[in-house]
C-alpha cells in the first residue's frame, strides 16, 4: 500500500490567548447562556482536563479517559454514534440546496468546491476504479466520484443524510451505493482502490480500529485519503477531544 495521503488542516488562528476553562467552569458558563459560538476564540478548555499525561495513547486506559472528558464536556453519559451522530435535515432545502450552497457565500462556496477538486486529485487511480467514502453526508464528493466514472460506495450513519443521498443520486441518475450503518459496522463486498474520509474520520471514537479496518479493506497500491480533517500541529494529546472554543461549544451543543 502506498503512503496515506493527507490533506492537512490548519489550527484555528486565535489571535489572543482565550481564556483557559476547566470543564466544570464551561459547563456552567455554557448552561447559564454566557457562551456562544461567536466567541469560539475567546475561550478553551484547559488541556490538563483531560488526564492523558502518561497514558499509552494505544491503551484502553487512554480512549476511556478521552471518552470520559467527551461525556463531561458534552453531558452525555454515554456515546452513542446513533444518536450522537444523527441530526435532521430540510429535505425540500437540502434536495436543491445543500451546504456549501445554502450558505450562499461565494467565498464559502468556492473553498468548499476547491476541497473537492483537491480530493479528486489526490484518489490516485483512474475510473473506474472503487472507492469507498466515509461519512458521506449529503453527498458532494461521493456524487462527483461516481459522475467522473469510479464506482462508489458512500457510508454514513445519519438516516437523514442516507435518504438524501439516495434521492440525490436518483435525480441525477448516477449510480452509486449508499450504505446505512457505522464505520465500524461497514462490511466491504470485497478491496477497494481508494477509502477517503471528507471532514468525517475524526467522529469515530476508536480511530485505530478504523484504520486497521481501512488498510486491510484496501487494494495492494491503494489510497487511503484523509480530506479537511482536524490534523493539527502542536496538538495537545498524541489524540483526543479538540478543545477549542468552537469544537468545546459545538460538543457542548449537538454532542
Known amino acids: 500500500m502506498s503512503e496515506p495521503l493527507v490533506a492537512c488542516s490548519s489550527e484555528p488562528d486565535q489571535g489572543d490567548s482565550p481564556e483557559l476553562l476547566s470543564i466544570e467552569l464551561f459547563r456552567q458558563r455554557f448552561t447559564?447562556?454566557?457562551?456562544?459560538?461567536?466567541?469560539?476564540?475567546?475561550?478553551?478548555?484547559?488541556?490538563?482536563e483531560t488526564h492523558l499525561g502518561g497514558l499509552a495513547p494505544h491503551s484502553e486506559e487512554y480512549a476511556q479517559a478521552v471518552m470520559d472528558s467527551w461525556s463531561q464536556i458534552s453531558d452525555r453519559e454515554q456515546y452513542q454514534p446513533e444518536t450522537d451522530e444523527s441530526f435532521e435535515l430540510d429535505d425540500a432545502d437540502y434536495?436543491?440546496?445543500?451546504?456549501?450552497?445554502?450558505?450562499?457565500?461565494?467565498?464559502?462556496?468556492?473553498?468548499?468546491?476547491?476541497?473537492?477538486?483537491?480530493?479528486?486529485?489526490?484518489?490516485g487511480h483512474t475510473?473506474?476504479?472503487?472507492?469507498v467514502e466515509f461519512g458521506s453526508g449529503w453527498g458532494h464528493l461521493a456524487l462527483t466520484m461516481a459522475m467522473s466514472g469510479y464506482s462508489v460506495t458512500a457510508v454514513d450513519l445519519n438516516t437523514a443524510s442516507v435518504d438524501l443521498l439516495r434521492r440525490r443520486a436518483a435525480a441525477l441518475g448516477v449510480p452509486l451505493a449508499v450504505e446505512h450503518c457505522g464505520f465500524l459496522d461497514f462490511e466491504p463486498d470485497g478491496r477497494f482502490d481508494c477509502v477517503v474520509f471528507f471532514e468525517a474520520f475524526h467522529h469515530c471514537h476508536?480511530?485505530?480500529?478504523?484504520?486497521?479496518?481501512?488498510?486491510?479493506?484496501?487494494?495492494?497500491?491503494?489510497?487511503?485519503?484523509?480530506?479537511?480533517?482536524?490534523?493539527?500541529?502542536?496538538?495537545y494529546a498524541p489524540w483526543g477531544v479538540r478543545l477549542d472554543g468552537s469544537a468545546a461549544f459545538m460538543t457542548a451543543q449537538e454532542g
Open 206 to 235: 476508536r480511530p485505530f480500529e478504523l484504520l486497521d479496518r481501512c488498510t486491510a479493506m484496501l487494494n495492494p497500491g491503494g489510497t487511503l485519503l484523509f480530506v479537511a480533517e482536524a490534523f493539527y500541529d502542536g496538538f
Open 127 to 131: 475510473p473506474p476504479a472503487r472507492v
Open 32 to 48: 447559564d447562556g454566557q457562551l456562544s459560538l461567536s466567541q469560539w476564540d475567546q475561550f478553551a478548555i484547559k488541556p490538563g
Open 95 to 123: 434536495l436543491a440546496f445543500p451546504y456549501p450552497y445554502s450558505s450562499r457565500n461565494p467565498a464559502e462556496v468556492s473553498g468548499y468546491l476547491g476541497a473537492l477538486a483537491h480530493a479528486i486529485s489526490l484518489i
